[in-house]
């Protein structure tokens, strides 16, 4: 099982970015999440979605200018960010597992299978 992230590139402040990221299985058991990793920080969840139904948990720190989706038809889900900021620099990646409910999503503990991350940078 693989996951492929993709859309990361050098924006500048105040801009939008779309990240994307495709699974080369049926993600229909799966919890869903983007997690980002600034540079000298730890890696944090910021978004979580029950694949099959589309149940989604943001966090607060990014609730408002993130919105997340899913196409189930290609196995696919992507992270629309607006409004980005420096402090959004950081590699963006997607990831998937079992896990029951929203309970402890940002953490990365319950992950099985990781896209190998890409980069976002804000900058002027």
């Known amino acids: 099982v693989q996951l492929q992230a993709s859309g990361g590139g050098l924006v500048q402040p105040g801009s939008s970015l779309t990240l994307n990221c495709a699974a080369s299985v049926n993600l229909y058991y799966y919890t869903v999440a983007w997690f980002r990793q600034a540079p000298g920080k730890d890696r944090e969840g910021i978004f979580c979605?029950?694949?099959?139904?589309?149940?989604?948990y943001i966090t607060d720190a990014v609730k408002g200018r993130f919105t997340a989706s899913r196409d189930s038809a290609r196995n696919t889900m992507s992270l629309q960010i607006s409004s980005l900021e420096p402090e959004d620099t950081a590699v963006y990646y997607c990831?998937?597992?079992?896990?029951?409910?929203?309970?402890?999503?940002?953490?990365?503990?319950?992950?099985?299978?990781w896209g190998q991350g890409t980069l976002v940078t804000v900058s002027s």
């Open positions: 990831a998937a597992g079992i896990l029951y409910g929203s309970d402890g999503c940002t953490s990365p503990g319950w992950v099985d299978i």
């Open positions: 979605m029950q694949y099959a139904d589309g149940t989604t």
